[in-house]
Nanobody, 117 residues
Framework: QVQLVESGGGSVQAGGSLRLSCAAS????????VGWYRQAPGKEREGVSC???????AYEDVVKGRFTISRDNAKNTVYLQMNRLKPEDTAVYHC???????????WGQGTQVTVSS
């Protein structure tokens, strides 16, 4: 069983930055793509970013140029650096394993990000 634990959420003003972390409990983390999704109140969950086991990253258009995903396989951790945050980025952010075309098998519990204008 894989456990994913997110941290780093919080409240910031528009234009601010946050860095989210997703720590995994199992070594299979290193062999899989890991992603970030978000769900805003009253909206469907949407993909944000995905990073392959080798470090190739993909982003949804709404976050390109503002968010950066990275991973440290030695620490079984994936990061999401979020800059120039906007109120519309407000959501609960979840990490997932895997991401991309493969169906998600594991979800983290989520971390709240609130951006005020």
């Amino acid at each position: 069983q894989v456990q994913l634990v997110e941290s780093g959420g919080g409240s910031v003003q528009a234009g601010g930055s946050l860095r989210l972390s997703c720590a995994a409990s199992a070594i299979i983390f290193r062999l899989n793509a890991v992603g970030w999704y978000r769900q805003a109140p009253g909206k469907e969950r949407e993909g944000v970013s995905c990073i392959s086991s080798s470090g190739s990253a993909a982003y949804e258009d709404v976050v390109k140029g503002r968010f950066t995903i990275s991973r440290d396989n030695a620490k079984n951790t994936v990061y999401l650096q979020m800059n120039r945050l906007k109120p519309e980025d407000t959501a609960v952010y979840h990490c997932s394993l895997p991401c991309g075309a493969a169906p998600v098998e594991y979800w983290g519990q989520g971390t709240q990000v609130t951006v005020s204008s």
